[in-house]
């Protein structure tokens, strides 16, 4: 296994955009780290300046603790997953999965026992003798990871793997592939546009956007405590509201906004930020309902199981709340979050103060 690290990374194309604008990141051993962000953002050039494909205009890429700018894709230990699988549909899954191991030139026999031992892991040994055009999108994508673990990699490199398959098989590959990566324990860096694959999937996620890393956490630290407005409204479904203050945002999660006579049972006022709330309409999810509507003149949802008795009609302006924990600020202008004390510390400093 393997840490992977990159140390000011950057690359300029000849046009002087930066795809990748400096990005120190540390991906440690077994790990799997997400990249994440808007299409264009850079991931998928990070990816591959990692993997060898891409050469960097400035930086290092570090792979076990050893400098690895200037080696080959083969001698880094990596492995590579794509979007678009890339198996030859000539030959048949048991020979997809070998190629490797037949362009290292390994006795046959070695190429047998990790063909079958891959293909075995991934649920695939059934499928050995077929083409590709007669598997499924599901199926298609184990092949790839089968091909890619016969290599024995320090490193998984996994770019969109899941981006062609429909929802419904979408989220079943998560699950295996999760799986998968905590059997095998390789250290692995995984590419996706996704924030539900972010969430569901990685240790942590690093959050990308014009080449440069947002934030980097676990998917509840990203979540509930975003470093910027961006990384505060590219999570979430729903994104985060945020209203205007003077020269600050308030940020809170539509599934903290309710009404204030629900919140305030068992709170103190203090402990509240009531706004009002005029809803224009409602969506039923089927497992939740949405209240869409603005605050001062800002749009805001709140959030609810759909066994919550909560009736907001539209076309009113209802007394909602926020409790003061949940809520986040971030300056206006730069969208940077401000860092405050929690209100115990603060008052506590308050105190001390006046002593």
């Known amino acids: 296994m393997a840490t992977v690290e990159t140390r000011a990374l950057s690359k300029h194309f000849d046009s002087g955009a930066a795809a990748v604008d400096g990005i120190d990141l540390a991906c440690g051993d077994g790990e799997f780290l997400v990249l994440l962000g808007p299409s264009g953002c850079g991931k998928t050039t990070l990816l591959r300046m990692v993997g060898g494909l891409e050469q960097p205009t400035a930086g290092q890429i570090l792979i076990g603790g050893h400098v690895v700018n200037d080696l080959p894709p083969r001698a880094r230990q990596i492995a590579m997953v794509f979007q678009s699988y890339a198996l030859y549909p000539h030959l048949s899954v048991q020979n997809n999965i070998a190629f490797p191991l037949k362009a290292a030139k390994l006795p046959r026999a070695e190429q047998r026992r990790r063909v079958d031992w891959a293909a075995g892991i991934l649920g695939i040994d059934h499928l050995l003798h077929r ?19 016969v290599r024995e990699p ?3 490199l996994l770019d969109e793997p899941l981006s062609n398959l429909d929802a419904q098989r979408r989220a079943s590959a ?4 999760q799986q998968f990566q905590r059997r095998v324990g390789t250290t692995t860096i995984y590419v996706t ?3 539900v694959e972010a969430m569901g999937m990685g240790d942590r996620i690093a959050v990308i956007n014009q080449g440069r890393l947002r934030q980097l956490g676990t998917p509840r630290e990203i979540y509930d405590d975003p470093a910027d407005t961006f990384v505060a409204t590219f999570l979430g479904s729903p994104p985060m509201n945020l209203i ?4 600050d945002l308030l940020g809170f999660r539509p599934e903290h906004f309710a009404p204030r006579n629900d919140l305030a049972a068992g709170t103190s006022g203090d402990d509240l930020l009531a706004f009002p709330f005029a809803v224009t309409r409602e969506e039923y999810l089927g497992s939740e309902r949405l209240l869409y509507g603005e605050v001062h003149g800002a749009r805001a949802v709140a959030r609810f199981p759909v066994t919550s008795p909560v009736s ?6 209802h007394d909602f709340a926020v409790r003061r ?5 971030f300056d206006a202008e730069s969208g940077v979050r401000r860092q405050e004390l929690p209100p115990r510390v603060a008052a506590g400093r308050a105190v001390a103060g006046v002593a």
């Open 174 to 177: 998560r699950d295996e592939l």
């Open 131 to 149: 083409k590709p055009r007669q598997l499924s999108g599901g199926q298609r994508q184990r092949v790839a990871l089968a091909r890619a673990l």
């Open 193 to 195: 546009h996704d924030q």
């Open 325 to 329: 924990a949940d809520l986040r600020r």
């Open 154 to 156: 320090n490193v998984f």
């Open 312 to 317: 907001a009609p539209a076309g009113q302006t």
């Open 244 to 247: 205007p203050e003077g020269p």
